[in-house]
Nanobody, 115 residues
């Protein structure tokens, strides 16, 4: 069983920054890829970025150069540093891990970017 708990969301002005955290329980964390997804109102959930067990990363084009994903395996935590935020970044942000053939999601944290 894996549990994920996101935190760090909130309101922010356009151009500002936020850092999200995803705290995971379970012994498989260090060996798993962890992804951040987001879902804006009326839209489907979409991938934002992924960090793999070897620390390699993948970003979708819309966040490249603005977002940075990182992980601290000693704390079983993944971070998402978001800079130069835009109104289109407004969404609920979720972290995700797939373990033993199952998908696990956190409860999400709301990010609202005001212009």
């Amino acid at each position: 069983q894996v549990q994920l708990v996101e935190s760090g969301g909130g309101p922010v002005q356009a151009g500002g920054s936020l850092r999200l955290s995803c705290k995971a329980s379970g012994s498989t964390f260090n060996s798993r890829a962890i992804g951040w997804y987001r879902q804006a109102p009326g839209k489907q959930r979409e991938l934002v970025d992924i960090i793999y067990s070897d620390q390699s990363t993948y970003y979708v084009d819309s966040v490249k150069g603005r977002f940075t994903i990182s992980r601290d395996n000693s704390k079983s935590t993944v971070y998402l540093q978001m800079n130069s935020l835009k109104s289109e970044d407004t969404a609920v942000y979720y972290c995700h891990v797939r373990s033993s053939g199952q998908d696990y999601w956190g409860q999400g944290t709301q990010v609202t970017v005001a212009t």
